[in-house]
């Protein structure tokens, strides 16, 4: 069978595994809309976020990766303003 | 003691309030206003909750004086709203509530202004008419749920002001339904509108179509002004959702009526609410634009009692919904 998805992987390290976890855990929990047809991983390896994208077209998967940096940026912008985590 | 924060983004308003034990310590809002003409979308108004966010939070902290550690739980608005600002908004939620290890608490809007009238005006068993730009509901509680008597069948009655307030090319600032209260006020020659009751509940859609459609030719002709329009507009969709709510509160024996959501801090509806009331023995209550109109502190506050009878919602479960029906929460804060 041919392969026929776009894949992306996407590294992005944090200060600490504390806060790559944190991330983790805000943005594992809102599914991809279903129509959209991209599906997302997250999975933490030491203090950086590894994200593995899947799209069936280049839009959908701009579209999926757009909205992922929209919400990774306010993640990020919070843990800089209200950060770092309690012991 | 609880301390509670609470997180709303489910339209164009962001707010971020503190409550304690039933004060509220802070509750500041950053309004998303487009050009006048024009209504927000989703994708616009979650940029303005991203942009907003964290300034609302310092504030809110702020005229708390509430340093993290002093918070309990932290509460977001769950839905229902526009998925997009819904979205934006939780995440922070969700990040500070981990930065600051406190447990979360996923909210209902409509139940966040329910309790934020019970709290503010000390009604205690009310009749609930629930006016918004996303909901018209009139609501009695029994059993441990807010039960849904009547609603609309279409549009809610704030996006019926708010879309006619876009034929005027009113401002949106600070809402569109405060503007066409102020212009209300000089109007008084009456149009007849169509007033669609049926049973409990009530239908805006064609009161609009026909106003819409009609306006412009009524005001180049000079038969009306946008005043009387207004006018006309508030007093028919304010008596149609007094016709509802007094059925309702004859049906419940009731004598406290509150009322909450956006519209419900324009004066002429509390008014003609008021004159019902009075003539049943019933008291009103109803509070101003602070707690009306989508607030922090009404998140807070819901949550708080959703705390303290035992409730939180682990970390994956704090998703948000597009629809959520206020009669689907188990109220297992009352009796
Ligand atoms: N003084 C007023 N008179 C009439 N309508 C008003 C007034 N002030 C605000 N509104 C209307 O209230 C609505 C906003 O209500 P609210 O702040 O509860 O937000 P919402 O986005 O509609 O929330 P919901 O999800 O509860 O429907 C808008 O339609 C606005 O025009
Ligand atoms: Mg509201």
Redesign the interface.
Known sequence: MTEKKLKVDLSVPFPTEREAQIACGTLSVDSEPKRGGVKKELVVKGNVLNIHFEALEARMMRVGMNSFFDHLNLVIETMEKFGPPEK | MVVAIGFEGSANKLGVGIVKDGVVLSNPRHTYITPPGQGFLPKNT??HH?EH??EV??KALDEAKIS??DIDVVCYTKGPGMG?PL??T???A???A????KPMIAVNHCIGHIEMGRLVTGAENPIVLYVSGGNTQVIAYSQRRYRIFGETIDIAVGNCLDRFARVLKLSNDPSPGYNIEQLAKKGNKFLELPYVVKGMDVSFSGLLSFIEEKAPQLLQKGEYTPEDLCFSLQETVFAMLIEITERAMAHCGSQEVLIVGGVGCNKRLQEMMETMAKERGAKLYATDERFCIDNGAMIAQAGWEMFRSGQTTP??????TQRFRTDEVDITWRS
């Open positions: 979650a940029q991203r966010a964290l939070l310092q993290p550690k997009a979205v934006s939780a995440i922070v969700r990040t500070v981990q930065l600051w290890g970390l994956k479960d704090t998703t948000c």
